[in-house]
């Protein structure tokens, strides 16, 4: 079943995007490079509970 997880910039901490995962398989945390409009720059997003 695959789940939604909600990304959070790591610099500002706002939550700009969703996407889904796999839930069963991975453990970690998903970590992907995306644009925050807050910061107006290109900077990691980490997956928040």
Request: aromatic letters at 4%; glycine letters at 4%; one cysteine or more.
């Amino acid at each position: 079943m695959r789940k939604k997880v909600v990304l959070a910039c790591v610099v500002c901490g706002s939550r700009n995007y969703t996407t889904m995962k796999n839930g069963k398989d991975v453990a970690e945390r998903l970590e992907i490079n995306k644009f925050c409009k807050t910061c107006n720059a290109h900077t990691a997003h980490r997956e928040t509970k």
